[in-house]
């Protein structure tokens, strides 16, 4: 995940709602501070963080996470497997474990 990249989307998101990194990081419960970090790509984002800005910002959760929403799921099952077939077994589990969770907390915006 390039943290920097979704930071840049959610800085551009943010400034077409005219809103500053203080009221972002006031609707989403956060420090300034942190939102500044999170737009430099400074700081990794957990999912809880993540699904809140998407919902403060109005969009999906693609939004942030892509460059352009993906149609198919097949095929982000398809790259979640190449992503997989290279990882040893512990990485694998940690990955599919946050796919679980991020499946669990996505489906109320599907």
Same mark, same amino acid.
């Given at each position: 995940m390039d943290y920097y990249q979704i930071g840049?989307?959610?800085r551009k998101i943010r400034? %077409?709602?005219r809103l500053s990194q203080d009221?972002? %990081?006031s609707k989403v419960g956060i420090s300034t501070t942190h939102m500044s970090?999170?737009? !430099?790509?400074?700081t990794k984002l957990s999912l809880p963080v993540l699904v809140d800005l998407a919902? %403060?910002?109005e969009v999906r959760v693609d939004d942030l996470l892509f460059?352009?929403?993906?149609?198919?799921?097949?095929? !982000?099952?398809?790259e979640l497997q190449q992503l997989l077939d290279g990882c040893n077994a512990q990485q694998a589990k940690a990955i599919l474990d946050i796919a679980k969770s991020a499946k669990t907390a996505l489906e109320k915006y599907y």
């Amino acid at each position: 995940m390039d943290y920097y990249q979704i930071g840049q989307r959610i800085r551009k998101i943010r400034k %077409a709602h005219r809103l500053s990194q203080d009221e972002l %990081a006031s609707k989403v419960g956060i420090s300034t501070t942190h939102m500044s970090h999170i737009e !430099t790509g400074n700081t990794k984002l957990s999912l809880p963080v993540l699904v809140d800005l998407a919902d %403060a910002l109005e969009v999906r959760v693609d939004d942030l996470l892509f460059d352009s929403p993906r149609d198919s799921v097949s095929s !982000t099952g398809d790259e979640l497997q190449q992503l997989l077939d290279g990882c040893n077994a512990q990485q694998a589990k940690a990955i599919l474990d946050i796919a679980k969770s991020a499946k669990t907390a996505l489906e109320k915006y599907y």
